[in-house]
């Protein structure tokens, strides 16, 4: 087929909870159009979509796939987009590269939390949006009851475009409410009852058109279809179209219903901005390049495809464009059309065209291609860790490798190496989210890792006032080692003005001092008369520091203290920069230990999301983890979010729990929030611990 004017091109995101059938649907419209043959099926791994090994043993979606058809003179580029929340941030990316999010519903089960995620997550970025409802063929469906539920969530601009003739095993066809026959016999609602809301959500968009259809004249066939176009850009109609992909009734239906009610590149408005200046984007192939990497892929032979979609402008082979966070101009490669895991190479792509390119290393998932730049994009934080290490000794570059290539596909997928717990530690959205990546290792870069639970990253302080001095001593032939240090340690709250406390109110006879915002320690230099050499202070800050990093009660990190160095001792022969630097180590700890030593435990805040039946658990169950629950709030459809901050070592595997609890059906955020001290019980739970684990290693 020749190129697609602009006008012409759909791009569509098929989303929805896992199981609502969206990769059969796309499978079988592809079919459907010609675009491929034969009869590709998810159960038997032959679904042209769930291409990947992992997805084919566990059948169901891991990674956002994008194909193409042709329907009614219009190009649809289309991305199925993984059902699970665990896989949400491939869902998110495939969003930012379309203008139409159709949410696929299972007729029988109704919507689930991931249908309302994506419907949200559609909705925050401006799109059309579409529900389709899928397996109209189950038995015990109680379809006005569900388009009830629809509407009540999600408003009354969610209107039937088509009604079921029938359902289960009697599902034979869909009649239109658009356009209503004279017989709908069979229909499990009136067509011509839909009719009038249907048409009442669409010619909200033109007052006038409105004014005269309350005069008695509806719209006429011809400025029907602009006006749906219109209404579904506006928010004012959310087309509902009903559909079996198994049994294939209402496949036909549902293209040409996808063929009127997506929206066309320049449906939406779209900002981009150029050193504070901000432009509309519109489609034109004239206007300045602003395109966007949405997805990126590694395939088998490591060939790293960077998914752009263009929203003005256009691309051309080996053209030098400006990339975001690049340093110079990049070239591109071939351009490549994809269809699944085919792809080929075309000459340019212009405004509204979805391409790769591959083997783009200054691409990424955000990157921005031309002088404008387009709002980042915003994914979830992910929650649940993993420490893991390499099988096989000597893989630690190559698991390093390999976990860098799931980083740049997975905008959810995070990669820490803790300085303090000395691990390697991989961050997702779930177990299964990580069960996954693990088998990923396993099979594309043959890297088998040992996984536990990481070590909660907990910290040291103090919670009293101490003084000491430590005198370090050390002859053994020639030249020996002398150094003692006398210094006052304190409590140092966060978020006091530096300058205030390091006055003469706490040390009167302050020189200078050093403030390290990160771990909030302040070093005060009070010496006077020269007792510690101003050559050797460097040295006595250098002890406290390192002391810091090694802990002193638990082997964590310090943090919210205060020293001030204000009197010493050295000689002539014997001081060195060594020995004060251990004598500044030893009398940190030795104070230290005098202060009321306490450990800090980070604490997080979570929005839980339940069903309104559950939140009575969700209570009883954080106060048992000693968590503090701040209140809640209706979600909308029955769901409540209760909002709570708990320590995190209480809620490292909470999904597990929540998910018993609410039948699936729960969802939560975590984010960090601060440390407070630990109950003493707890405390000293961690200390013998890592005691324990100290005496094993000498």
């Not at 190129?3 to 059938?21: M, P, T, V």
């Not at 387009?374 to 390093?400: N, W, Y």
């Not at 101490?466 to 002398?482: D, L, M, P």
């Amino acid at each position: 087929m020749a190129k697609a004017k602009i006008e012409n091109i759909r791009n569509l995101a098929f989303c929805g909870h896992g199981s609502a059938g969206k990769t059969t649907l796309v499978d079988h419209l592809l079919v459907k159009t010609g675009a491929i043959n034969g009869a590709p099926s998810v159960d038997n791994g032959s679904s042209v979509c769930d291409f990947d090994p992992e997805e084919k043993q566990h059948k169901y979606t891991v990674e956002a796939k994008l194909v193409h058809f042709d329907h009614q003179g219009r190009r649809f580029n289309l991305l199925d987009t993984p059902g699970y929340p665990d896989f949400i941030g491939q869902a998110i990316s495939a969003l930012y590269g379309v203008d139409t999010a159709v949410i696929v519903i299972d007729a029988h089960v109704g919507m689930k939390v991931n249908t309302r995620r994506m419907f949200n997550e559609a909705g925050k970025l401006g799109l059309g949006r579409m529900i389709v409802i899928n397996k109209m063929d189950t038995d015990n469906i109680n379809f006005a009851g569900l388009v009830d539920h629809i509407r009540e969530v999600w408003g009354t601009g969610c209107v039937l475009v088509n009604v079921p003739l029938g359902h289960g095993a009697s599902f034979k066809g869909v009649v239109s409410t658009l356009e209503p026959p004279s017989n709908t016999a069979g229909a499990l609602v009136d067509p011509n009852e839909i009719h009038e809301s249907l048409i009442e959500s669409v010619v909200e968009v033109d007052e006038a058109l409105m004014e005269r259809y309350f005069e008695g004249q509806p719209p006429t066939a011809e400025e029907l279809p602009g006006l749906v176009t219109r209404a579904v850009a506006a928010g004012s109609l959310i087309p509902i179209v009903c559909v079996s992909a198994k049994t294939g009734v209402g496949i036909p239906e549902l293209l040409d219903a996808l063929a009127m009610c997506a929206l066309p590149p320049g449906a939406l408005r779209r900002t981009a901005t150029k050193d504070g200046e901000e432009i509309e984007v519109t489609p034109e192939a004239e206007g300045p390049l602003v395109a966007r990497v949405f997805k990126t892929r590694i395939d088998p032979f490591v060939q790293k495809l960077s998914f752009i979609r263009i929203f003005s402008g256009g691309l051309k082979k080996d053209d030098t464009v400006h990339a975001s966070g690049a340093r110079k101009g990049v070239k591109l490669g071939p351009l490549l059309e994809v269809q699944a895991n085919e792809t080929k190479p075309i000459d340019h792509a212009g405004p509204g065209e979805i391409v790769a390119i591959a083997k783009m290393e200054d691409l990424h998932t955000g990157s921005t291609l031309g002088d404008y730049l387009l709002p980042s994009m915003q994914f979830p934080t992910p929650m649940v860790g993993l420490a893991v290490t390499p099988k096989s000794r000597g893989d630690e570059t190559k698991l390093s490798g390999a976990l860098h290539k799931v980083h740049e596909e997975d905008p959810t997928f995070r990669i820490d190496r803790d300085a303090q717990t000395k691990e390697m530690v991989i961050t997702g959205m779930s177990e299964l989210h990580l069960q996954l990546i693990r088998e990923r290792l396993t099979r594309r870069d043959h890297v088998e890792v040992d996984t536990h639970e990481p070590k909660i990253p907990f910290r040291e302080t103090i919670q009293a006032k101490a003084e000491g001095s430590y005198r370090h001593k050390k002859q053994s032939g020639g030249r020996g080692q002398f150094g003692e240090v006398h210094i006052h340690m304190l409590p140092l709250p966060r978020g006091v003005d530096i300058e205030e406390f390091a006055s003469k109110a706490h040390f009167p006879s302050m020189k200078e001092y050093h403030y390290d915002e990160q771990n909030n320690f302040l070093w005060v230099n009070s010496i006077v008369g020269g007792t510690i050499p101003t050559n050797f202070l460097p040295a006595v800050e250098k002890g406290f520091k390192e002391r810091m990093a090694r802990g002193v009660i638990a082997g964590y990190q310090v943090q919210n203290v205060a020293v001030n160095v204000h009197f010493g001792k050295y000689h002539d022969v014997d001081s060195s920069e060594a020995a004060f630097k251990t004598a500044g180590s030893m009398c940190f700890r030795n104070v230290f230990q005098q202060a009321k030593p306490a450990l800090l435990e980070p604490i997080v805040k979570m929005d839980i999301t339940v069903p309104e039946s559950a939140v009575g658990d969700v209570y009883s169950d954080m106060s048992s983890r000693g968590g503090r629950v701040s209140g809640s709030e209706a979600a909308g459809g029955g769901m409540q979010t209760v909002h709570v901050e708990v320590p995190l070592r209480a809620v490292t595997t909470y999904n597990r729990t929540l998910s018993s609890m609410t039948g699936g059906q729960g969802s939560y955020t975590m984010d960090f929030s601060h440390y407070e001290v630990m109950p003493p019980n707890v405390q000293q739970e961690v200390i013998s611990k890592a005691k324990l684990e100290e005496d094993e290693e000498d």
